[in-house]
T-cell receptor
Framework: AQKVTQAQTEISVVEKEDVTLDCVYE???????LFWYKQPPSGELVFLIR??????QNEISGRYSWNFQKSTSSFNFTITASQVVDSAVYFC??????????????FGGGTRLMVKP | DTAVSQTPKYLVTQMGNDKSIKCEQN?????MYWYKQDSKKFLKIMFS???????INETVPNRFSPKSPDKAHLNLHINSLELGDSAVYFC???????????????FGPGTRLLVL
């Protein structure tokens, strides 16, 4: 069975600080996909990024960056110069094939990020 | 132009009642899902349908019955509601080709169910 661990349940920072959210995963698959989702206080789940297991290049999108390290089974997410609007719960997830047919996401427990002004 | 929509957004009901949550996607996706998010924010898959066929049925009580009238709709019917069913239920959809595991799942806004 696959597993995703987000050890930080809650992080609090002051605006403009950089913050890194950790994600560690376990899988027996050689090909797999990792995702990050954001859940703001309004409650919806917003897709942020997808990364496949063969691509270890870091990705940057504005103030967001992701560091994927297969050797340590980690897929960490950094927000640079955090803003109050970044306050949300962030979920890391691993995609798993199900019975050679479906696809299911295994989610980590989430990290609640609070950015204070 | 909502991609994945759910109704209702909020549902408050008494124990023992039967209720349904509807989900529709206009993304042309082949696969739809139901996830449950508990009070501690933990998200877990319940069901998955591909082209109206049940693919994933995780350890969910059989009081929960999904129904997919067509590939754009996946409804969730819950019989004899219990206090422990209180949660947020998310519908999601994704493409299933070329490889299901790589396809991004897009989520609806969630339905907040409170059983009193």
């Amino acid at each position: 069975a696959q597993k995703v661990t987000q050890a930080q349940t809650e992080i609090s920072v002051v605006e403009k600080e950089d913050v890194t959210l950790d994600c560690v995963y376990e899988t027996r698959d050689t090909t797999y996909y990792l995702f990050w989702y954001k859940q703001p206080p309004s409650g919806e789940l917003v897709f942020l990024i997808r990364r496949n297991s063969f691509d270890e290049q870091n990705e940057i999108s504005g103030r967001y960056s992701w560091n994927f390290q297969k050797s340590t089974s980690s897929f960490n997410f950094t927000i640079t110069a955090s803003q109050v609007v970044d306050s949300a719960v962030y979920f890391c997830a691993l995609s798993e094939e199900y019975n050679n047919a479906g696809n299911m996401l295994t989610f980590g427990g989430g990290t609640r990020l609070m950015v204070k002004p | 132009d909502t991609a994945v929509s759910q109704t209702p957004k909020y549902l408050v009901t008494q124990m023992g009642n039967d209720k349904s949550i509807k989900c529709e996607q206009n993304l042309g996706h082949d696969t739809m899902y139901w996830y449950k998010q508990d009070s501690k924010k933990f998200l877990k898959i319940m069901f998955s349908y591909n082209n109206k066929e049940l693919i994933i049925n995780e350890t969910v009580p059989n009081r929960f019955s999904p129904k997919s009238p067509d590939k754009a709709h996946l409804n969730l019917h819950i019989n004899s509601l219990e206090l422990g069913d209180s949660a947020v239920y998310f519908c999601a959809s994704s493409q299933d080709h070329p490889e299901p595991t790589q396809e991004t799942q897009y989520f609806g806004p969630g339905t907040r169910l409170l059983v009193l």
